[in-house]
């Protein structure tokens, strides 16, 4: 879906306003409820909490580093070091690696990855999406707050936390409705990423090359010192390693698109980590 974006947009087949249109859609009202299908069903008390921890713990060092060499190096403003940040820890789990690896190893096999997913979803994607609202509204909690309080990703993984700590069973309509949306999620999110991709320069540029090579290379090898120092027999090691060969995620530039932030870096980086990744991914997996 990725490369059939790619492919109409450079044909003219598909416009980018079309593309930053289904993106909008994709990201606010189809997402979510794949986010609630995943939140309501994770199965809490199997969860390796010390395997979080030290992935958790990867990403917070991962996205300081490329945040300070964005900022003081490439001199990246906040906003776009803070995706570019987002690009290097924030891996397409939910709508790529989250997929592959349920073809691989089944649903319970996936179960790892859907603890990240989850991670990432309650508490990175959280993150990344309040401090844009504070970056782009001025750093003024009065203005950031409506626009928090509206949004129906964060409202989302609020509620579905909270029905899941709680034990609430799902009705099975609710679920049916939540399948059948959310499966249009991923390839509605990656065909108008492919297209809106079409529009950006394909030539590496050395913040391209050192976003890109911390992602692939840097993040991977802080997981696996990581577990190799901390949690060397632990059994989620080897799917937390395929995750973090993935590419970086379409969410930071859905951010972008949203908040109106340049993305002739972001889009580049992804771009490459989605290709190269092909071979990380195929390795690991």
Same mark, same amino acid.
């Given at each position: #879906?990725?490369?059939?974006?790619?492919?109409?947009?450079?044909?003219?087949?598909?416009?980018?306003?079309?593309?930053?249109? $289904?993106?909008?859609?994709?990201?606010?009202?189809?997402? %979510? =409820? +794949?986010?609630?299908?995943?939140?309501?069903?994770?199965? $809490? %008390?199997?969860?390796?909490?010390?395997?979080?921890?030290?992935? /958790?713990?990867?990403?917070?060092?991962?996205?300081?580093?490329?945040?300070?060499?964005?900022?003081?190096?490439?001199? *990246?403003?906040?906003?776009?070091?803070? +995706?570019?940040? #987002? *690009?290097?820890?924030?891996?397409?789990?939910? +709508?790529?690696?989250?997929?592959?690896?349920?073809?691989?190893?089944?649903?319970?096999?996936?179960? =790892?990855?859907?603890?990240?997913?989850?991670?990432?979803?309650?508490?990175?994607?959280?993150? &990344?999406?309040?401090? #844009?609202?504070?970056?782009?509204?001025?750093?003024?909690?009065?203005?950031?707050?409506?626009?928090?309080?509206?949004?129906?990703?964060?409202?989302?993984?609020?509620?579905?936390?909270?029905?899941?700590?709680?034990?609430?069973?799902?009705?099975?309509?609710?679920?049916?409705? /939540?399948?059948?949306?959310?499966?249009?999620?991923?390839?509605?999110?990656?065909?108008?990423?492919?297209?809106?991709?079409?529009?950006?320069?394909?030539?590496?540029?050395?913040?391209?090359?050192?976003?890109? /090579?911390?992602?692939? $290379?840097?993040? %991977?090898? +802080?997981?696996? @010192?990581?577990?190799?120092?901390?949690?060397?027999?632990?059994?989620?090691?080897?799917? &937390?390693?395929?995750?973090?060969?993935?590419?970086?995620?379409?969410?930071?530039?859905?951010?972008?698109?949203?908040?109106?932030?340049?993305?002739?870096?972001?889009?580049?980086?992804?771009?490459? @980590?989605?290709?190269?990744? $092909?071979? @990380?991914?195929?390795?690991? /997996?």
């Amino acid at each position: #879906m990725l490369a059939l974006g790619f492919i109409l947009g450079r044909a003219g087949t598909a416009r980018q306003d079309e593309a930053k249109a $289904l993106n909008r859609i994709a990201f606010l009202i189809l997402q %979510p =409820p +794949l986010i609630f299908l995943l939140l309501t069903g994770l199965d $809490l %008390p199997s969860i390796h909490f010390d395997a979080i921890g030290i992935y /958790a713990g990867a990403e917070v060092i991962a996205f300081l580093v490329a945040l300070a060499i964005a900022r003081l190096v490439f001199r *990246c403003d906040t906003a776009e070091a803070f +995706l570019l940040g #987002m *690009c290097v820890t924030f891996v397409n789990s939910l +709508l790529y690696i989250w997929p592959i690896s349920a073809l691989i190893y089944g649903e319970e096999g996936a179960r =790892p990855i859907a603890a990240i997913v989850a991670l990432d979803a309650s508490v990175s994607f959280s993150f &990344f999406i309040i401090a #844009m609202e504070f970056i782009k509204g001025g750093n003024s909690v009065r203005a950031a707050l409506p626009r928090m309080v509206r949004n129906p990703v964060l409202i989302t993984i609020v509620l579905s936390l909270a029905l899941n700590l709680a034990r609430v069973p799902i009705p099975e309509p609710i679920l049916t409705a /939540a399948r059948f949306a959310g499966a249009g999620a991923a390839p509605m999110t990656l065909f108008a990423l492919g297209v809106v991709l079409s529009a950006a320069p394909l030539i590496p540029t050395p913040p391209v090359i050192a976003i890109s /090579a911390l992602k692939l $290379l840097a993040f %991977p090898l +802080l997981i696996w @010192t990581g577990f190799a120092v901390l949690s060397p027999e632990n059994s989620w090691q080897a799917q &937390f390693l395929l995750n973090a060969g993935g590419p970086a995620g379409a969410m930071a530039f859905s951010l972008a698109l949203l908040h109106g932030v340049r993305t002739d870096r972001i889009a580049p980086v992804i771009i490459w @980590t989605s290709t190269l990744s $092909l071979i @990380t991914l195929a390795w690991l /997996a």
